[in-house]
């Protein structure tokens, strides 16, 4: 089993930046690919980003590309995401998750586990 849990959301004004952070335990294998996901009130859970565990190779959506950016540090067995230029509707809810594979994906369906989420908010 794998245990995920994010920090670092929180209220931001339209603009700001912040830094978004998973934390890994429990059975981690090298081979997984791990990724961040976020989901507004009534919407679908989306994707965002996606990395390798040796963070050689990412996989950013086009809606953030150019303004998120996701990162690893395998020492410290995290997972991260830094948000630049937020706009209101950032505003979600933001998940990390790890899935069992050397193959990166967009799919939600395809990721074993899933933190509990960050909440991330932002004042226009």
């Known amino acids: 089993q794998v245990q995920l849990v994010e920090s670092g959301g929180g209220l931001v004004q339209a603009g700001g930046s912040l830094r978004l952070s998973c934390a890994a335990s429990?059975?981690?294998?090298?081979?997984?690919?791990w990724g961040w996901f976020r989901q507004a009130p009534g919407k679908e859970r989306e994707f965002l980003a996606a990395?390798?565990?040796?963070?050689?190779?990412?996989l950013p959506a086009d809606s953030v590309r150019g303004r998120f950016t996701i990162s690893r540090d395998n020492a410290k067995n995290t997972l991260d995401l830094q948000m630049n230029s937020l706009k209101p509707e950032d505003a979600a809810l933001y998940y990390c998750?790890?899935?069992?594979?050397?193959?990166?994906?967009?799919?939600?369906?395809?990721?074993?586990?899933w933190g509990q989420g960050t909440q991330v908010t932002v004042s226009s």
């Open positions: 429990g059975r981690t294998f090298s081979s997984y690919v």
């Open positions: 990395i390798t565990w040796t963070g050689a190779t990412t």
């Open positions: 998750a790890a899935r069992r594979s050397r193959v990166l994906s967009i799919r939600e369906s395809e990721y074993d586990y």
